[in-house]
């Protein structure tokens, strides 16, 4: 957490507070989805952080101008505002924390999910008569909701980021997309990345992997230090 902290004051977003759609939506009956089981991700149907980072890039990267060639002509290429580029990396950084966890287990009944995330902490919503309900812990305010079958969590960090995952299962219950977005005000854009793991039968393992933005997926029988 403190390095998300860190990321955050480069981000310069800790004087403003992020605003969320506070129009919860309810329920009748039992939850709209059951996401509960183990899932691991599945690396080749899910975003390299560095290519997502890389479109970014592209896309906020502005004309230069060539004196050579006038007003009116382009001739200097392209390129990404210093400003812009350092808060677009801290963006993707903070994203690649976030999502770092390769396996997700999650724990469902009628009054709330619990997702637990390997080697990090576990998101948690409740939900009373068909209601969400505002769930306070160390790290900030998690909001959920149901967006028809889609269980969309939105944690508002006290240093002034807001996190947003949004879980959906397909039809055939065999995976589970989750699209994580980190948006601050200090940034023109928010940064998205989605992630696809599939169910599988929990076995003890020797190996530890997680997926960085300068090695890719790395893999060890002991701890890995990013």
């Not at 992020?18 to 329920?27: A, E, L």
């Not at 947003?164 to 219950?173: I, M, N, Q, W």
């Amino acid at each position: 957490m403190r390095r998300v902290l860190a990321l955050c004051l480069l981000l310069n977003a800790c004087s403003s507070q992020p605003t969320i759609d506070d129009s919860i939506r309810s329920y009748a009956g039992g939850m709209p989805a059951n996401l509960s089981g183990s899932w691991e991700r599945d690396y080749s149907r899910s975003d390299d952080i560095q290519g997502v980072l890389n479109s970014m890039l592209r896309k906020l990267s502005r004309p230069v101008q060539d004196p050579g060639f006038g007003n009116n002509r382009r001739g200097g290429g392209s390129v990404v505002p210093t400003q812009d580029l350092s808060k677009v990396v801290a963006l993707a950084r903070l994203a690649d924390l976030i999502t770092r966890p390769d396996v997700l287990t999650i724990t469902q009944n009628e009054f709330e999910v619990s997702i637990a995330r390997k080697d990090d902490f576990a998101m948690l919503c409740e939900f009373y008569d068909g209601y969400a309900k505002r769930t306070e812990s160390d790290y900030g305010t998690e909001v959920c909701s149901w967006n028809g079958h889609q269980l969309v969590s939105h944690l508002v960090l006290p240093d002034g980021l807001l996190i947003s995952h949004r879980f959906t299962k397909s039809a055939d219950g065999r995976s589970l997309h989750v699209a994580t977005t980190v948006s601050s005000s200090a940034t023109r854009a928010p940064f998205t990345v989605n992630r696809v793991y599939v169910k599988f039968t929990p076995t003890e393992s020797d190996f530890n992997c997680v997926e960085t933005l300068s090695m890719k997926r790395v893999c060890s029988t002991g701890e890995i230090v990013p």
